[in-house]
């Protein structure tokens, strides 16, 4: 079935770039998505990209896909404290909405 | 983005009582709504997809009769966890299908403790 996997931690200084990494099985995945969860709340979309595109950037968050390799990344630049959460990745196919998740990567962000 | 309200954000029960969780779509109407289960530190997985006026599909492994889910109008799908046991405390998370369906947004979420 599909698989979609993570690193679990990543531990950033404040004012550094975060690179989130997450790799995906299914090829025929639509969409792929960053979520982020902070401690005992829901899930808060931050961005999507289409299957057919490379890059989006939305203000401080750029995301790289890699439809090849099945990679997707998503870069924080100039990271803050208030940063700090769990960052999951999605993907989705045939629009059905249903989303396979990852097992979720905690930023830390040190002052 | 479209806002989801799930409610209660927090309930503790019994053994063997059962618990019911709302999932609402505030601004847009939802024919699709899922329900994931997230377990501590885990990631969400998905339960059941919940169509308005039809039955929900339910994910391999998870019993449809102790999951009970009902979406009887375009606004709202309920969770109930039946003769809920301590190894169903969890957190229980929404989400509804925008009307694009590019897009799931999700509840807050449900700490269901069971003592």
């Known amino acids: 079935g599909e698989d979609v996997e993570q690193s679990l931690f990543l531990s950033v200084r404040e004012g550094d770039s975060s690179v989130i990494n997450c790799t995906y099985t299914?090829?025929?995945?639509?969409?792929l998505y960053w979520y982020k969860q902070e401690p005992g709340a829901g899930l808060q979309l931050l961005t999507y990209i289409f299957s057919n595109m490379d890059m989006k950037q939305d203000q401080r968050l750029t995301v790289l896909l890699n439809k090849k390799d099945k990679h997707l990344s998503l870069r924080i630049a100039d990271t803050q404290t208030g940063d700090s959460a769990i960052y999951f990745c999605?993907?989705?196919?045939?629009?059905?909405?249903?989303?396979?998740f990852g097992q979720g990567t905690t930023l830390q962000v040190k002052p | 983005g479209a806002v989801v309200s799930q409610h209660p954000s927090r309930v503790i029960c019994k053994s063997g009582t059962s618990v019911k969780i709302e999932c609402r779509s505030l601004d847009f109407q939802a024919t699709t709504m899922f329900w994931y289960r997230q377990f501590p530190k885990q990631s969400l997985m998905l339960m059941a997809t919940?169509?308005?006026?039809?039955?929900?599909?339910?994910e391999q492994g998870v019993e449809k009769d102790k999951f009970l889910i009902n979406h009887a109008s375009l606004t709202l799908s309920t969770l109930t966890v039946t003769s809920a046991h301590p190894e169903d405390s969890s957190f229980y998370i929404c989400s509804a299908l925008g009307h694009l369906n590019t897009e799931a947004f999700f509840g807050q979420g449900t700490r269901l403790t069971v003592v």
């Open positions: 919940s169509n308005e006026g039809s039955k929900a599909t339910y």
């Open positions: 299914d090829s025929s995945s639509t969409y």
């Open positions: 999605a993907e989705s196919s045939s629009n059905t909405g249903k989303l396979i």
